[in-house]
């Protein structure tokens, strides 16, 4: 096998060419570029919370005069942000216990939240700064939640992850 240089891997074209210098894959299309209808939801969905958070910039800086009430405002719409963020997975929790399958979770970036929250909250309570110390719980909660969920369905079929090869 082939070591991924970063070098090869920037440079490598995409589409149908993708592959063309390989013999045993031949020319094939690249997989995420084949599924066009599911694209319309994410990017309206994408567009969306890039409206609120132009209007939340908008409303910061034109209908709130003062500085300190500007902070106070910008420090709870950044928390409701964060909050969101973090409970967002609990749709896909509600699958891995209807499935009784962790395929659909990532163990690393279970790992990453857990200590980037963890991290968060102890500045945060440091400093004494709810703002940062507050919407950072439910990081550490979901994630210790993942955490049970890889534990309990740790089934051998659920750990068919690809190894790293080099």
Not at 15 to 28: K, Y
Not at 34 to 51: D, I, N, V, Y
Not at 92 to 121: E, H, N, P, Y
Not at 140 to 163: A, E, V
Request: aromatic content about 10%.
């Amino acid at each position: 096998m082939r070591a991924l240089h970063p070098h090869h891997v920037l440079h490598r074209p995409l589409g149908p060419q993708a592959h063309a210098d390989d013999p045993e894959r031949g020319q094939c299309p690249v997989p995420a570029l084949s599924h066009h209808g599911h694209q319309r939801p994410m990017l309206l969905q994408t567009a969306t919370l890039l409206g609120v958070l132009v209007l939340g910039f908008g409303y910061f800086w034109l209908l709130v005069p003062s500085p300190e009430a500007r902070l106070q405002q910008l420090g709870l719409f950044c928390s409701t942000f964060t909050i969101s963020m973090y409970l967002s997975p609990l749709a896909d929790l509600a699958k891995v216990i209807q499935t009784k399958s962790t395929q659909r979770l990532s163990f690393s970036l279970t790992i990453a939240t857990l200590l980037t929250s963890a991290s968060w909250t102890l500045y945060g309570f440091q400093l004494r700064d709810p703002y940062i110390m507050v919407p950072n719980v439910p990081g550490i909660l979901t994630s210790f939640i993942r955490l049970w969920l890889f534990w309990k369905y740790s089934q051998g079929q659920d750990r068919n992850y690809p190894l790293l090869q080099t």
